[in-house]
């Protein structure tokens, strides 16, 4: 077998190799190996580190000391102070947990544990701010809705539980504005007073100090407090199901909304997500504070520690324009504007979210308060996120809560308020994966690497030889092969062509004539 023909077999026979190896069986090989691993059946590592994240998330709280509490209550806009960071070490697990094989499911309450930190930059929780009283003011938002003729008996509860107050703010540590809880004073005889307090003793949200004494704080009935029990896809049968919320509290959608769509459950816990997604797809997560799904968009690509990952960020949308989000209006005629959600169906209590800082929501709120800016950077919600496994490696998960103010000439604090919108707080959930998380991903790229180079350079080296054969077969292809001749030197003037003449040169006869030819 010729050169040529050798070295094209050969270079053929390792082009197809190469083709079939790097193109078809190695990334099914990933794929499928990814599929396996991205599962919640018992016994896989991912299942640990779904029911208890091993590491805690970094929760920081900041405050919004209002700087001109008498001028606000004689109608001045609101003058704010941001205090902190507060932080804390927050240790999510999922307890109660149960298996159900035949539809692929796991159920669980969620939990949330906050320790505290003192990072750099970090304040201590004695640091004194003022804010207005979250019970005053959410109390009399609540009654406003709930039931407006009960006004006056609220005013006289106020006088009596405050010992006649002369505004709606309080000053307190905010250690015990978070989690230490403000003393709410229920020893009190008066009729209203005492209906009032009866009242907040059955709240879930009060601590209960005494017989008489009450503590309110903003994030203690969270922690360490299960959630309501959730029903979710174990992804063994689909993958792409890996985590996807199907019920929260034993029904397959929430009741608080006008319309399916706006109850129905989407998403997980954002705590995991379905590997191989499409950039298109987004990041869909149930958020029970909000009593709604949200949707982290596609924002680009980019890279977290060397490592190729998708930027995706979410907002609050815009109910007063996106028909898909009218349902999150407080009445079919009222809408708040663009960035806001009204949470009173959800929790009960008229409380605000937006983003921090009114980022992304209208100017109009912004220009209600002073002291806020807001900036991309430190105030969007953010997920930088790697594809093909479903890993958040960076995350930044921010929600500032706000209460309205407005003028309510039945309640005496309020007569002169001018209508805002006052924010309270804002948090920011965030994790940021070290070298111990990342260095998986970084060996599943640098393998990806490895065979995507060697699998190019064997591919262009084929390619080459089966170039090299084909110059070569056609090189020897267009060669003449031609038998030389040898000529007969004449002698004696002698005939040399022996088929002329009846004998040879040595005088035989030749047989091949007839006798007529040879006379």
């Known amino acids: 077998m010729k050169l040529p023909v050798k070295l094209g077999i050969g270079s053929s026979v390792l082009f197809v ?52 509490p008498m001028e606000v209550q004689r109608g001045q806009a609101p003058s704010l102070k941001e205090v902190g960071p507060f932080c804390y070490e927050e240790w999510k697990k999922k307890v109660s947990v149960q298996d159900v094989e035949g539809d692929d499911t796991i159920l669980y309450n969620a939990t949330d544990t906050f320790i505290q930190k003192m990072w750099p930059g970090c304040l201590s929780g004695n640091e004194e701010v003022t804010i207005p009283h979250p019970m005053i003011l959410g109390v009399v938002n609540t009654v406003a809705i709930q039931k407006p003729g009960a006004l006056t008996l609220v005013n006289k509860a106020i006088k009596s539980i405050y010992s006649n107050p002369t505004s709606i703010f309080v000053t307190a540590k905010a250690s015990d504005i978070l989690f230490n809880g403000i003393i709410i004073n229920c020893d009190v005889k008066d009729f209203a007073g005492k209906a009032i307090c009866s009242q907040l003793k059955e709240a879930p949200s009060l601590t209960h100090i005494s017989e008489n004494e009450l503590g309110f704080s903003l994030l203690a009935p969270k922690n360490a407090t299960p959630g309501k029990r959730i029903k979710a896809y174990r992804g063994v049968n689909n993958f792409k199901d890996v985590g996807r919320i199907i019920e929260y509290d034993g029904a397959d959608k929430i009741d608080v909304w006008p319309t399916e769509e706006c109850n129905a459950i989407k998403g997980t816990d954002g705590t995991i997500f379905p590997p191989l997604l499409e950039e298109d797809e987004g990041l869909a997560s149930f958020a029970p504070d909000l009593c709604r799904s949200l949707v982290a968009e596609f924002q680009q ?57 009114f980022y992304e929501a209208d100017e109009g709120y912004l220009k209600g308060v002073k002291g806020l800016k807001p900036e991309k950077s430190k105030h ?140």
């Open 301 to 357: 690509k980019t890279k977290y520690d060397g490592i190729p990952v998708r930027k995706y960020s979410a907002t609050l949308g815009d109910m007063s324009t996106n028909e898909n989000e009218k349902c999150y209006c407080p009445t079919p005629e009222t809408c708040l504007k663009k960035g806001i959600m009204d949470l009173y169906k959800c929790i009960g209590v008229p409380i605000y979210a937006t983003l921090p800082h």
């Open 17 to 68: 190799f190469i083709v079939l190896v790097g193109f078809v069986v190695f990334p099914k090989l990933i794929t499928s190996k990814i599929k396996g691993m991205i599962t919640l059946k018992p016994g896989s590592e991912i299942r640990e580190m779904f029911l208890k994240v091993p590491f805690g998330l970094e929760f920081r709280v900041y405050i919004f000391n209002v700087t001109n």
């Open 380 to 519: 969007e919600i953010v997920i930088l996120f790697e594809g093909m496994t479903g890993s958040p490696v960076f995350a930044k998960k921010r929600l500032q809560f706000n209460m309205p103010l407005k003028a309510n000439p039945k309640i005496e604090l309020f007569n002169n308020f001018t209508e805002t919108i006052l924010p309270i707080f804002w948090i920011e959930e965030g994790v940021e994966l070290n070298n111990t998380f990342t260095k998986p991903l970084k060996d599943l790229f640098r393998m990806k690497k490895i065979v995507k180079v060697s699998t190019w350079v064997i591919l262009l080296g084929s390619l080459l030889g089966l170039s090299a054969a084909g110059y070569l077969f056609f090189k020897e292809s267009g060669k003449a092969d031609i038998t030389p001749v040898h000529k007969v030197r004449p002698s004696d003037g002698r005939k040399t062509i022996s088929s002329v003449s009846g004998n040879d040169l040595e005088g035989h006869e030749n047989h091949a004539m007839s006798k007529t030819e040879m006379i």
